[in-house]
């Protein structure tokens, strides 16, 4: 067998022979599954593995790991197979299969007892960081509290606490290592004396025993210190995703929990990010005292991290004492560790006000992150940031506002290639990209000289634009693509584009923690320097089809991204209307207004967790069924509409409809609920039909986004020749089978929802098919309300869609992984009928209005990190609507069959009225005609428009 370094030498021999040429020369063929390996082949093995992931090659790493998973007889060999076969499945996108392979071994392994129970947490653990490459983190959060659990519960209580103390456990293992080497000794000794009587042999089984009684004792100590290991990095993944999901007081509780673990487990302080995101939170808290202690402990930690001791005296020079660094790379800073730990010094030294260090340790982290992870990437965007956060401290603000600016375009270029991507990366691009658009808007409000009026109004359109979270539409746009590219070798170009930036993405990935695996430092230099000229060629292709796809037309027709020009933007808006965006940071929030002559900007006095706090108390009250004393927040929504819109909507007296594009802390509310005037005593239920609620003066309507109006209202006219398409009471049962495993079943809350025929508004269609001619409607109710009866009936023929049926989010049912409408099945079907997202978006329809009289159908997909509007709605739209009406939250039926009969009923009487003004209409109809607890706004405040707002449903023309 051949050595390591004849592996590396013939893959940089001057005739560069593939991976294949040295797979089949150091095993005699290519490596399949079924074949068997001893440990000392499975080494080999992986080497190959990382050689074919840092090549892009997915599927070939992917063959190895499988064949090494099922043939290695080695538990820990087996294990890391299982990583790198979901490694390698993210890479090519399939998660399924890695999903399939990875959930039997957490089954296999779930019924190990004692100690070995580390193995089905160690499982978990590879489940999780498949979900969370997915972008599934409610899922992957789960899991791994599953397997924290299973550690705190049933393994870590079978530790002795001498091991749990590191202190402890070192000591333990100074004193035996030597102990055993003396012993050992001995042995050796008496061995080769050679003398063979019984008493040398009494001597020599003795001390053999007491060897083994010391190594048995010594291997169980580190064995039981690797599961504290994973324990702790278990809690890190938890904390980590705590914080890409913006959940700031849990990802703060996990930190804590790992300050704990850190110290006890390993002696060691939290790393240097970590501390810095306790010191912002406790500052955001208004816990200065407590902020600092983690401020000096960032310092500390990355003085370490760069080779200094934690209590260095500043300034430090900016060359980097860490021989490992230097061994790999020829240069400290080109190691992205170390390169992390630079910027974050440097983030300290801005912090204390130091500006000078702070700039000479960003420079230094800028030059070091370029070379690890590209110039144009994520990571150096956010040195980028950190640089401009340091010049406008130093009072140079246009400096600031164009490093600022440089940033932002840097992570929307990177945005449009994670939302061609399957992962679950958009999403931390999301949260980079939002914080460099709240520095500029906070910039350009607190100094309007920078920019010229026009260019202000411009970059701070384009801002609040970057703050409204698309990329699940774009991955949608993106996906379909295929579907509207009937032209071959465009579909085989962009086939070619997102395997050329997967190679590119991984190969980064791999080369920045090239410093972190397995193999020794010279074959570490080969493998760098493979790397880099691999990162040099792959760039160059990523840009040589970027180009080729923006020249046929291709990246352009998916509209990834849409940033319109802010006057063109204006000239789409219609008298009357204000479109309203709003950006929060952790101290204070503003809302920008646009109307078709005006911007106007006003600062909302109140950070983003106090404002949702009241926003979440409210969508509780609203979305919760009454009883006769639960009352409404009134005073919370005054509150809230006084301190966000009072102030700006005053400059637009004459303003009858506002467009709202309303996620992060509005996510998900109703704005109709909003109260204008102020109240001077207590009001009842029965008298809330008097309440200034906002909705009595405004239209309202939703948007994704501005771009997203300016598209609908280029498209033209409907030419649908009928009226009105009709599905709903479907009849059948629905079973509790998700195929994700009812192990995922088991991590997430499921509805119980085995016959839900009775639940159904029935006779809603049945009223709404008396409105319109019989040659005009098209009405399919209990048996007839079939997936394949819809498709005949041909819903791109009319203008409007409506379904009263069940609507789920992702989460609820798992055995279809999206979220869908509940169809009829027929006495032959064996499993549950559903209208899926990706039916929707398959479809091409030319309705102006589609109304979804379905639970929570304005919901988002229903995973975290997903915002409002992304699910049902996103897939209408895509298919072709220009309006949908949906709802917040799981509606009353008997309120539900009123509003929908309603609304439709008033669009076939009043044919020149908007969508918005039926449904503002409507809802005051219900408000009035209410009795008692219904005049409650759970009643009549659960639907939304998103979309055109300005359409007349039955007409061929706009407002």
């Known amino acids: 067998m051949a050595t390591i370094g004849v592996i590396f030498e013939s893959s940089h ?52 790991c499988t064949a090494l998973y099922q043939g290695s007889d080695s538990e820990s060999v087996k294990d890391g197979a299982l990583q790198c076969i979901s490694l390698s499945s993210v890479m090519s996108g399939h998660f399924d299969r890695a999903e399939t392979i990875i959930i039997r071994s957490v089954a296999d392994s779930e019924h190990l007892t004692g100690k070995e129970r580390s193995k089905y947490a160690s499982k978990l653990l590879v489940l999780a960081n498949l979900y969370q490459e997915r972008g599934y983190f409610l899922i992957a959060d789960k899991v791994l509290q599953k397997a924290e659990d299973a550690l705190e519960n049933d393994v870590i209580p079978l530790i002795p606490e001498s091991t749990q103390d590191h202190q402890q456990a070192s000591r333990l293992n100074q004193e035996e290592q030597p102990y055993m080497n003396k012993l050992e ?25 007491e060897f083994q009684k010391v190594l048995t004792r010594f291997l169980s100590r580190n064995y039981d210190q690797s599961t504290l290991a994973l324990h702790l990095s278990i809690v890190r993944k938890r904390w980590h995703i705590a914080n890409i999901s913006g959940d700031a007081d849990k990802a703060f509780s996990l930190l804590r929990a790992i300050v704990i673990l850190s110290a006890k487990y390993d002696g060691r302080f939290i790393n240097s990010s970590e501390a810095l995101a306790g010191y912002y939170y406790l500052m955001n808290k208004g816990e200065p005292e407590e902020a600092t202690k983690y401020l000096t402990l960032a310092k500390g930690t990355a003085k370490l991290d760069i080779g200094y001791s934690f209590d260095a005296p500043d300034p430090l020079p900016t060359t980097f004492n860490n021989p490992g660094a230097v061994a790999l790379f020829g240069d400290a800073s080109h190691s992205s560790v170390i390169a992390g730990a630079i910027m974050n010094l440097g983030r300290v030294y801005r912090v204390e006000g130091n500006v000078i260090q702070a700039q000479r340790f960003l420079n230094a982290a800028l030059k070091g992150t370029q070379f690890t992870s590209g110039e144009d990437s994520n990571e150096t965007a956010n040195i980028i940031y950190e640089q401009a956060l340091t010049e406008r401290q130093e009072g140079k603000l246009t400096v600031s506002l164009t490093l600022l600016r440089k940033a932002l375009a840097m992570v929307i270029a990177n945005a449009e290639d994670a939302a061609l991507l399957p992962s679950g990366n958009a999403i931390e691009l999301m949260g980079n990209r939002n914080k460099i ?144 965006q709003f950006a929060f940071n952790n101290v204070h929030g503003y809302v920008l207004a646009t109307t078709h002559q005006q911007q106007h900007i006003a600062v909302i006095k109140r950070g983003r967790m106090a404002f949702r706090k009241d926003v979440e108390t409210l969508l509780y009250e609203v979305s919760h069924l009454p009883s006769d004393t639960m009352k409404f927040s009134l005073n919370i929504a005054n509150r809230l509409y006084e301190q966000s819109l009072a102030n700006v909507l005053s400059k637009f007296p004459q303003a009858k409809r506002l467009l709202l594009v309303a996620d992060d802390v509005w996510d998900g509310f109703p704005f109709s609920v909003l109260v204008e005037g102020r109240l001077e005593q207590s009001i009842a239920i029965n008298d809330y039909d008097k309440v200034d609620w906002l909705i009595r003066r405004y239209e309202i309507a939703y948007l994704p986004s501005p771009a997203s109006l300016a598209r609908l209202r280029a498209r033209p006219p409907s030419k649908a020749p ?78 409007i869609l409506i379904f009263a049926t069940h609507g789920y989010l992702a989460s609820d049912l798992s055995e279809i992984g999206e ?34 009289n379905a639970c929570n159908t304005a919901g988002s997909d229903g995973m975290p990190g997903a915002e409002s509007l992304t699910g049902m709605t996103n897939a209408f739209f895509f298919s072709g609507a220009r309006s949908v009406i949906a709802s917040l939250w799981s509606v009353n039926d008997l309120a539900a069959t009123t509003m929908g009969v309603e609304v439709i009923g008033q669009s076939s009487r009043k044919k020149q009225s908007t969508i918005a003004s039926l449904l503002q209409q409507t809802m005051l109809m219900a408000l009035k005609n209410g009795h008692g607890r219904e005049k409650h706004p759970y009643y009549w405040a659960p639907y939304v428009i998103i979309g055109d707002p300005a359409i007349e449903p039955l007409s061929a023309s706009y407002e």
């Not at 001619?773 to 009936?793: C, H, M, Q, S, V």
């Not at 009829?824 to 009928?833: E, F, G, L, R, V």
Request: hydrophobic fraction near 40%; charge should be neutral.
């Open 437 to 580: 658009a709240l520095e500029i808007i906070d910039l350009l409000y607190s100094s309007p000289q920078l920019l010229s009026e026009p260019q202000r109004m411009q970059v701070l359109f384009e801002a609040f634009q970057c703050l409204h979270r698309q990329f699940t539409a774009s991955s949608i746009s993106s996906a379909s693509l295929h579907l509207n590219q009937t032209n071959l070798e465009h579909r085989k170009l962009l086939d070619d584009y997102q395997t050329a930036t997967r190679k590119l993405a991984t190969t980064r990935s791999w080369y920045a923690r090239l410093e972190s695996n397995s193999l020794n430092v010279d074959a570490r230099q080969i493998e760098a320097i493979n790397l880099l000229r691999q990162l040099q060629t792959q760039q160059g292709e990523v840009i040589r089809l970027r180009n080729k796809l923006n020249k046929a037309g291709i990246l352009n027709a998916s509209d990834i991204t849409s940033h319109n020009n802010f006057m063109e933007f204006q000239k789409k808006l219609l008298p009357g209307e204000v479109l309203l």
């Open 722 to 799: 009928d009226d009105i398409l009709g599905i709903g009471s479907p009849v059948g049962l629905v079973p509790r089978s998700p195929t994700r495993g009812a192990f995922v079943a088991s991590l997430l809350p499921q509805p119980d929802i085995q016959n839900l025929t009775g639940a159904v508004a029935v006779g809603e269609l049945e009223q709404v098919e008396k409105f319109f001619a019989p040659e005009k409607r098209k009405i399919l109710i209990g048996p007839d309300a079939t997936n394949i009866n819809f498709y005949k009936a041909k819903p791109e023929n009319y203008k």
């Open 819 to 852: 979220p869908a409408l509940l169809m009829s099945t027929t006495s032959q079907d064996s499993k549950p009928a559903f209208l899926t997202v990706n039916d929707i978006a398959s479809m091409r329809i030319d309705a102006n209005l589609v109304l979804l």
């Open 185 to 209: 000794k001995k042995i050796q000794q008496l061995i080769s004396a050679g003398v063979d009587d019984e008493e040398k042999n009494h001597q020599l089984q003795k001390i053999n025993d």
């Open 13 to 64: 021999a001057s005739n560069l022979p593939t991976i294949e040429q040295d797979e089949i020369k150091i095993f005699g063929k290519l490596i399949q599954p079924g074949d068997k390996f001893s440990s000392f082949q499975s080494v080999t093995i992986l080497l190959f593995v990382y050689r074919y992931l840092a090549s892009g090659r997915s599927e070939e790493a992917y063959r190895i």
